[in-house]
Nanobody, 120 residues
Framework: QVQLVESGGGLVQPGGSLRLSCAAS????????MGWYRQAPGNLRELVGD???????NYADSVKGRFTISRDNAKNSVYLQMNSLKPEDTAVYFC??????????????WGQGTQVTVSS
């Protein structure tokens, strides 16, 4: 079983910054891609961005130039640095990762979500 735990959400004013963290735990041999998704009320969950094990990143057009994804493979963690935040960035942010586990092979996991609210 694998788990992802996010932290770092909160309330921030427009133009401000937040940094989200996500740490993986459990029984796995490898973490492949890791990513961040978000879901605003009434909307579908959407990809914010992701990062391969080798560090190649991909971002949604709406966050390019403002958000940065990074990971620390030694700490089994992924991070989302969010700058120049806008009210439309308000959502629950979810961490996602793909794992290779000894028991069941490939599996995907989601974090519980962390609320980000951008408001004055």
């Amino acid at each position: 079983q694998v788990q992802l735990v996010e932290s770092g959400g909160g309330l921030v004013q427009p133009g401000g910054s937040l940094r989200l963290s996500c740490a993986a735990s459990g029984r796995f041999s490898t973490i492949f891609a890791m990513g961040w998704y978000r879901q605003a009320p009434g909307n579908l969950r959407e990809l914010v961005g992701d990062i391969t094990r080798g560090g190649i990143t991909n971002y949604a057009d709406s966050v390019k130039g403002r958000f940065t994804i990074s990971r620390d493979n030694a700490k089994n963690s992924v991070y989302l640095q969010m700058n120049s935040l806008k009210p439309e960035d308000t959502a629950v942010y979810f961490c996602n990762a793909d794992f290779n586990t000894p028991l069941i092979g490939y599996t995907e996991a989601w974090g519980q979500g962390t609320q980000v609210t951008v408001s004055s």
